[in-house]
């Protein structure tokens, strides 16, 4: 199976892991893994010793954030739009070099004294968190000032986003809600507790759906799908998805 380049799908294509160069512009949104990673890099850099208060954008409100249980979805009716295993190889190790960066840059955050215990609670507001997520890029100098409990909110609401029975989700289309989607992933603290995967579970299911729905030659919208569920299976250890990549 051939996966062509398309720039508007977060992973599609293999990564290799490169420090920004001299044409590096940080403010274009990554629109590839490869520039997701050349970001991170480049707000290492300027990520300062000492983190303050972020801003109060989106804070102290309550929502519900309970998640549709969906049936256990079909298996793919088209072969061709499953990812190969030496794709799915280049997504887990571009994934993990991503969580590792994070790791490292929480290291040197800590070495700094930089207590995230002491950050406020963010609101749990779906549509004050959907136009933040629509409008801003998911960097690392907002995703580190994240609480696990706050990823842990963020996360069940992307997946409530995904699921909207108002809109088909589209995530070659939807590039801020990939984005977003993948960016959480990449910064969740590990171990996860049950709840967690249950909501990555959702996820999971969500996505086989959406890509149940494309054609045989919509390869290229398959791919974010793909990536979502290579990651819940080859990373988060979900095994019993692995019939469905």
Not at 18 to 43: A, I, N, R, T, V
């Amino acid at each position: 199976m051939q996966h062509e380049p398309e720039d508007q799908t977060f992973q599609l294509q293999a990564l290799e892991i490169c420090e920004p160069d001299s044409s590096f512009d940080p403010q274009k949104p990554p629109e590839s893994g490869e520039e997701y990673l050349m970001h991170m890099f480049y707000e290492r850099k300027r990520c300062p010793a000492v983190v303050t208060k972020r801003p109060s954008k989106i804070r102290n409100n309550t929502g519900n954030t309970t998640l549709e249980m969906l049936d256990n979805p079909e298996l793919p009716p088209f072969k061709c739009l499953l990812p190969t295993p030496e794709w799915r190889s280049e997504q887990v190790k571009s994934f993990q070099a991503a969580r590792s960066q994070v790791l490292v840059l929480r290291k040197e955050l800590a070495n700094n004294n930089y207590d995230q215990s002491g950050e406020p609670p963010l609101s749990s507001d779906q549509e004050k968190w959907k136009e933040f997520c629509r409008n801003q890029q998911p960097l690392l100098s907002t995703l580190l000032h994240l609480t696990q409990n706050d990823l842990e909110i963020l996360l069940e609401m992307l997946s409530k986003w995904l699921q909207d029975p108002n809109t088909t989700a589209d995530l070659l289309q939807d590039v801020w809600l990939a984005r977003w989607l993948y960016a959480t992933l990449v910064c969740l603290h590990l171990p996860l507790e049950p709840h967690v995967f249950s909501t990555l579970r959702y996820i999971a299911r969500t996505c086989i759906h959406l890509r149940n729905q494309l054609k045989e030659d919509e390869v290229q919208r398959a791919a974010p799908y793909n990536l979502l569920l290579t990651l819940t299976v080859q990373v988060f250890a979900q095994n019993d998805f692995k019939d469905y990549i």
